[in-house]
């Protein structure tokens, strides 16, 4: 994984409430086991016509939000199954975080896993960033991972946001769980040879 610290980036909103896992990615995409290539098919029924061509009027197919790094998603973001592969599409499309007032607890941990970074604001605040977004689409955010703030540069006004400390080491080191392991390989060889002594 790459490492996290700092983002600046303008945002692509999409303000529907109760998104869930089958709407990110769906079922029938599910068959393979390699990450490569989900993100062609991040909101696959909402992004394509039946014949495959992109609908015109969904957000991710308006040139306004190319190369944005942050999803700003409506409450409730990530809900239904388990599947990682939710987090593997949204960040095989290229973003790096999330912004919702509520993720599904899975989901959150699987984009955690993945390196996608789930920021959970208040529900004032994130209205408050869709309504400068819909007004002006070149606002940025700034999410700092170190400080735990999420900031709309437009006025400069910042939220803290909570993640659990592990995953925060995790992503500034940019390591996923079994990096973070080998990482720490001389202290658990050192633990098991001073508690193990036969």
Known sequence: MEKFSTLTSTVL??????????????????KATDK?????????????????SPKKDFVLNTPLYAGSKILLAGKNFGSGSSREHAAWAIVGYGF?????????DIFKNNAL????????????????????????????LTVNLQEQTLTNNLDGKSELFEINPYKKDCLLRGLDDIDY????????????KERFKY
């Open 13 to 30: 909103p999409l303000p529907i409430e109760n998104v869930d896992t089958d709407q990110i990615i769906p079922a029938r995409f599910l």
């Open 113 to 140: 896993n993945n390196g996608l970074l789930p920021v959970v604001i208040s529900p004032a605040f994130l209205a408050e960033i869709f309504a400068a977004v819909s007004k002006n689409p070149q606002t940025t």
């Open 96 to 104: 790096k975080v999330v912004v919702s007032s509520f993720f599904a």
């Open 181 to 192: 392991l080998l990482s720490r390989k001389e202290l658990i060889e050192q633990y098991e």
């Open 36 to 52: 490569k290539g989900f993100g062609n098919n991040l909101f696959a029924d909402w992004r394509y016509n039946n014949d495959g």
